[in-house]
């Protein structure tokens, strides 16, 4: 029987038992079927109908997932979390775990002089194959060093990283109370830490935390880490790690109906696939998500990653897939920017112990990570964005594709803030998009040009929607960019201001 075949007689199976076991339905409509291999077929509709497994090989049992409520935690409380994120409160704990972890392994105190050159050479080493203009470039991560020294420079930021953009999820109503989420290429399971952390401070939430990850050194760090991290209290269930990675999505046996996947820094290890098949991945893991489920891909903020990542979202979304955030179209069209080069910027963390022992009498800059930088994505099932804001043709406001026919007049413009101050003390300068245009945008601010029509400029968050009068139309060779110029007759207003980030 067809895949598709099968599908419907599962469903229609499916709306007359409340809960059933696999076999029993096999047994009825496609006899002779292999469970798991059939599991796997089903997968997609079990989570288009919200529907989860449990078992083994020998059967697997079929139950309804009960309906959820968008998880909610007031404006002040958001405030003292993100302060706790700053002040990394969870961080010192972590890093703790972290020593323990390294003595576990090496059988040596943590600060060990061969120890922590080891962890050194681990760190260059991945550094290097990270910066490989090779197309074939391929961090490793399996052997025992490589994960020490992927804890050391690697996981304070990315820890402290997604506890920001969980936070941002959560404010932007796309975390249930009672979530199931998968973290795809999971490492040492930093996202499943840094939720663990953040749910410590919210009553009444609980998540069901599953992970999938190729190395197995990494699967006997994430079994420490998550076992001594987490405690009763955070509300969270971890499963054991599933083996394998996103090229595999199809034909693995994951769970289904989930309202979270988890993509941090792992496409961009894929790069000697175009960021068009990397899409196709994306498709297949999206294929498990609950109707009202999403999906956060993060990567670093560095040219050709972010770049990268924006034209694989572009080429992932389709009629069952969308944009949430940070991208508005505010001219209801898909987006036309060749290339877009966007992130965000945190406050930068503190260097750890275990850093300022590897840096030493060294190179310092080689062993000291604390930039947070990151670009991201979110995508939905459904029609939700972050923005309900659009134009229409009629519009008093340009677009940023026809300022080509503007140049050296002023203009008003409605766009998405899609950066922060990239400037200096003389120019403030913000990187701004509606979706038109092919080249580069960026709003100029000369600091001598503040006013209060304009000041609103520098407090807005990424990704609010920002409306500008009385700009200044520019062109810059140098960077093939437009520019507007603002000057102190400018306004700058919030359309639709985002929620101030975590």
Known sequence: MAGDEIGKKFESYAGLHQQFSLGEFRDSWCSGEELGTLLVTLLPTLSRLSLGWRGTGRDYWIFRIPSKKPLFISPSVITGMTGQIGRGQELGRLQELIEQYIEHKTGKPWDDPQ????????????????????????IGYRKGYAVLAYLAYHAPVYFTQFQYAFLMLIKDGLIPDQARILDIGSGPGIV??????????????????????????????????????????????????????????????????????????????????????????????????????????IEPAELRTSTELREMIQATTNHDLRIHSPCTCIWKRDCAAERCWSFIEKPPIRPTRLM????????????????????????????????CYSLEKSSSFSRLSSLGHKLGRKVNVAAALMSGDLGNRRNHVFL????????????????????PQNKELLSLSYSSILEITDALVRFNQNYNSWNLLLTRNSRVTAASRAFPEP
């Not at 083996?243 to 994951?254: F, P």
């Not at 701004?432 to 006013?451: E, M």
Request: with cysteine; aromatic share 10%.
């Open 115 to 138: 120890v922590l050159q080891r962890i050194r050479n681990g760190i260059l080493q991945q550094k290097g194959q990270y910066w490989s203009e090779s197309a074939s470039r391929r």
């Open 192 to 297: 499943p830490l840094a939720i663990s952390a953040i749910s410590r401070q919210i009553f009444g939430f609980s998540a069901e935390l599953f992970a999938l990850e190729r190395s197995e050194e990494f699967h006997e760090c994430y079994r420490f880490l998550l076992s001594h991290f987490k405690g009763k209290e955070s509300g969270i269930t971890s499963y054991s790690v599933i083996q394998g990675d996103l090229r595999e999505i199809s034909t693995l046996l994951l769970p289904s109906s989930l309202d979270l996947i988890v993509l941090q820094n792992v496409t961009n290890e894929l790069a000697q696939e175009t960021p068009e098949q990397r899409a196709e991945y994306l498709k297949q893991a999206s294929r498990l998500l609950a109707p009202t489920g999403c999906m956060i891909i």
């Open 356 to 387: 300022y022992a590897l840096a030493g009498n060294h190179d310092a800059y080689r062993f000291l990570n604390t930039d947070i930088k990151y670009s991201y994505g979110v995508l939905v099932k459904d029609k939700r964005s972050r923005h």
């Open 432 to 451: 701004i998009c509606d979706g038109t245009s092919r080249q580069p945008v960026y709003a100029i601010l000369p600091h001598f040009h503040i006013s």
